[in-house]
């Protein structure tokens, strides 16, 4: 194992031995015949018979083999050896797929990014992992760029690198081999921490290597610490389904001794900054580096084998909880969501909106939801049943879960307070609750994953129902409060005032007493937009826009909230909505109608008169498929026809760019003209986006009795 450490004199490696093992499961007769197969084995070390036991059934200890690796990187190789000889079916094991890092800094009780004095022999912890208050490492980064010289007006594999930019420092020798070594001997001896780039693994580091190798020296482009180890993807891309969406992620370009972080495809950094990434890494003990391309879910997953692993459970390797029988009548009862409650359309003023507290996390804690808790067979007459279900809930066991998930509740809930009070850094405070926002997101999400470790789908369906009778509670309270209800979702209500006998933040906080979980008073509204959907005149679950009392605009699911509008409409939109934010009453927006109405007007205006340049109205749109799978002639397949003529493969999840300069036309190049070949000159198809223009108002002013037809009458 080599580990590098941040002193006060610089950074410093330490190489230490590590043998990590892991279990075998099978029959005494099979576990005795493996154990004589490993004895003289070249690629095993030791092998011993043991007794161990699993979070799932702590009360049976289970007979193993525990067999240790001779080296680390054979480790897995060893592990799926012995699964080929029992063909798959006959060894159960244990702890062979954990991170090997992680169990190294856990077995010598460190986690990443932690303060440790290293004696010479041991670390010594000066910190706490989940403490609140510490002082983070004063990392010293750079940011690393480079320019192309371009033959083509879209990027290619033939260009060359015109310059590398390190900050403010601009490396441009005579050629690109001098450029390259220039720039590591640059790096070397200002040696970063961090180095930051934008699009580094889809881009920049994969052109950068292509050019090395085209000069012959792929083995000296060295960014890393180590001074063998060139720069090198560790894991390769891929496009993956996640909630109904194509997603793809780039290789990961990783460094030895120093972190390469890429800004642009960390959901991590993105959401919460550096601040919430390292927060995060070392409760999860994850390096910062591997943490800042993988996402919420790798953090919770990570932290729940840990909380196993320190309660001295070991973990499976291959998950083998099937879901329990069930009837399709059990099947219509329990395979359902979380409650929502169409909203009334129309505008509505006087509204004010209470949203639980972390609801789901909540809920697993109250109730003790947690795969080994559910259905156990040592309470099989519990009073503490899932509402509906009716699945008994132990009550002996505190709930693994809920241990894992109490911890990041309080976190979170701490941060979130000091990003509210002026005497803390509220910027670094809103970072680090954002950050744990969306790990106790996934939570929940991961108790219904298919490969989650801990996961169990009747945990998913149970939160569900409390979460159902819970919004259900919260309902006949507001309306016992003399409140009506105009919307529910999940863990939100909007409701209005008829002769209310409480206020708001009363009715929230009896709200909570009788649900067990906080309800906050998320705002107050001058008025609100509900909105139908777009097949029906129902309305929408998530599509609205309203303006607060304090002045500040909500919107969800519009246009201007949407990746794929071009930013002409984003901002007609945007318009809009400034001129509709100063009215605070439902009769003032309705005398606003024809200045609003005025604002998509002047739009279509400068759409004809080609007064707006083209960059404005360009569509992005992500693949969901090779371009040789789409049947119609889309403006998606036509775009990913352009790229594929100029030798550009355009991955499944990845995202094109193009304006339509005429959707009824076949040829790619005449229907479609992507972003990179855009000029100032480009004629668009005025006719389509005039359409798209009314689409948007119509959007807008659904609710106030303008159809789209109407809508595009008044702009033409």
């Known amino acids: ?233 560790m894991k390769q891309a891929s496009s993956y389904m996640s909630y109904g969406r194509i997603i793809h992620r780039p290789a990961f370009y990783t460094l030895k001794g120093r972190a390469h972080i890429d800004q642009m495809s960390s959901f991590f950094y993105s959401e919460s900054g550096v601040a919430g990434l390292l927060d995060v890494s070392r409760c999860a003990n994850l390096s910062l580096q591997l943490l800042s391309r993988l996402g919420a879910g790798t953090a919770i997953s990570q932290i729940q084998v840990n909380t196993a692993r320190k309660q001295g459970g070991v973990i499976p390797w291959k998950k083998n909880l099937p879901e329990t029988w069930k009837t399709a009548e059990d099947l219509l009862q329990s395979d359902r969501g979380g409650l929502i409650l169409d909203p009334f359309v129309g505008i509505h003023e006087r509204v004010v909106e209470l949203d639980f507290a972390s609801l789901y996390p909540n809920i697993m804690v109250l109730h003790k939801i947690s795969p080994e808790t559910l259905l156990c067979s040592c309470c099989p007459e519990s009073t503490h049943r899932v509402p509906q279900l009716q699945y008994p809930i132990c009550q002996k066991q505190p709930g693994f879960l809920p241990q894992v998930l109490t911890p990041i509740l309080d976190r979170r809930f701490r941060f979130k307070a000091r990003m509210k009070h002026p005497c803390y850094d509220t910027e670094r405070y809103a970072q680090l609750q954002q950050a744990w926002k969306w790990v106790l997101l996934v939570c929940f999400g991961y108790t219904g994953y298919k490969n989650a470790r801990f996961g169990r789908i009747e945990c998913h369906e149970s939160i569900t129902a409390f979460s159902r009778e819970k919004l259900l509670t919260a309902l006949h309270c507001a309306e016992q409060a003399g409140y009506i209800v105009l919307h529910g979702i999940i863990d939100s209500l909007w409701i209005k005032g008829v002769h209310p006998t409480c206020s708001p933040e009363q009715l929230a906080r009896d709200i909570g007493r009788k649900t067990g979980i906080r309800m906050d008073v998320e705002g107050a509204y001058h008025w609100i937009v509900f909105l139908p959907n777009k097949q029906s005149s129902v309305g929408a679950l998530n599509r609205y826009y309203g303006v607060f009392e304090d002045g500040t605009i909500k919107t969800r699911g519009i246009e201007l909230r949407q990746h794929s509008t071009p930013p002409f409409f984003k901002q007609m939109q945007q318009e809009m909505l400034t001129v509709m934010q100063k009215k605070t009453s439902c009769a003032a927006v309705f005398a606003a109608m024809d200045e609003v109405i005025e604002v998509g007007r002047k739009a279509a205006v400068q759409l004809r008169r080609n007064t707006v340049p083209p960059k404005q109205f360009i569509i992005t749109s992500r693949v969901a498929k090779e371009v040789s799978s789409y049947q119609v002639n889309t403006a998606v397949k036509a775009a990913l026809q352009q790229f594929a003529s100029l030798g550009v493969n355009i991955h499944p999840g990845q995202r094109v760019q193009f304006v339509i300069t005429d959707q009824h036309a076949t040829e790619p190049f005449k229907k479609v003209c992507i972003a990179e070949f855009l000029t100032k000159d480009t004629t668009l198809d005025v006719s389509f986006y005039l359409r798209f223009l009314a689409r948007c108002m119509e959007t807008m002013l659904s609710p106030f009795g303008y159809t789209f037809n109407r809508c595009f009458q008044l702009i033409q």
């Open 1 to 233: 194992m080599v580990i590098w450490l941040l002193t006060r004199r610089g950074a410093r490696k330490i190489i230490d031995v590590y043998h990590p093992c892991f279990y075998v499961e099978a029959s005494t007769t099979d576990l005795h015949e493996l154990a004589r197969k490993l004895k003289d084995h070249p690629q095993v070390q030791e092998t011993m018979f043991t007794k161990v036991y699993t979070l799932l059934d702590p009360q049976r200890p289970r007979q193993v083999l525990k067999i240790t690796p001779r080296r680390l990187q054979w480790f897995r190789r060893v592990a799926e050896m012995i699964d080929r000889w029992g063909k798959y079916h006959t060894y159960q094991f244990y702890d062979v797929d954990l991170r090997i890092p992680t169990r190294y800094l856990e077995k010598n009780h460190v986690f990443f990014n932690a303060e440790v004095l290293w004696t010479g022999a041991s670390f010594q912890l000066q910190d706490s992992q989940w403490a609140v208050d510490y002082p983070p490492p004063l990392f010293s980064t750079i940011h690393l760029s480079i320019k192309r010289k371009q033959k083509k007006q879209i990027p290619t594999p033939t260009d060359t690198l015109a310059q590398i930019q390190l900050d403010e420092t601009i490396i441009e020798e005579d050629n690109e081999l001098d450029s390259m070594l220039t720039a590591v001997r640059y790096i070397k001896k200002i040696n970063p921490d961090i180095i930051y780039t934008q699009h580094g693994d889809s881009m920049l580091f994969p052109f950068l290597l292509h050019r090395a190798q085209t000069q012959g020296i792929s083995s000296q482009i060295i960014f890393g610490r180590e001074k063998n180890i060139p720069v090198r993807s």
